[in-house]
Nanobody
Framework: QVQLVESGGGLVQAGDSLRLSCAAS????????MGWFRQAPGKEREFIAS????????NYAGSVKGRFTISRDNAKNTVYLQMNSLKPEDTAVYYC????????????WGQGTQVTVSS
């Protein structure tokens, strides 16, 4: 079915920027809302950002609002997360996920990409 592959994570210093990408295949990308989540060791998965099917509406967690930007390019079947002013507390594995317009929850998840922010 839908396969999602995240990339772009790495080790950066506080204040740096990073852009994550999530490439989708195996489905009709334009019918899915997309979301970014993160999970730090010992903590629950945390919602970060979402974007509607056409990209017309976005939503952000308060902890990243004003610093992170979610976007999508339906022609490339890719969703992005631009992360600016990174903080050590942003350190986590970041996952992208898709939600069909027929679903009320995220159905498909990527493998995750590690983001580590040093102080």
């Amino acid at each position: 079915q839908v396969q999602l592959v995240e990339s772009g994570g790495g080790l950066v210093q506080a204040g740096d920027s990073l852009r994550l990408s999530c490439a989708a295949s195996g489905g009709t990308f334009r019918i899915y809302s997309m979301g970014w989540f993160r999970q730090a060791p010992g903590k629950e998965r945390e919602f970060i950002a979402s974007i509607t099917r056409s990209g017309g509406s976005t939503n952000y967690a308060g902890s990243v609002k004003g610093r992170f930007t979610i976007s999508r390019d339906n022609a490339k079947n890719t969703v992005y997360l631009q992360m600016n002013s990174l903080k050590p507390e942003d350190t986590a594995v970041y996952y992208c996920a898709s939600k069909s317009y027929l679903s009320n929850e995220y159905d498909y998840w990527g493998q995750g990409t590690q983001v580590t922010v040093s102080s």
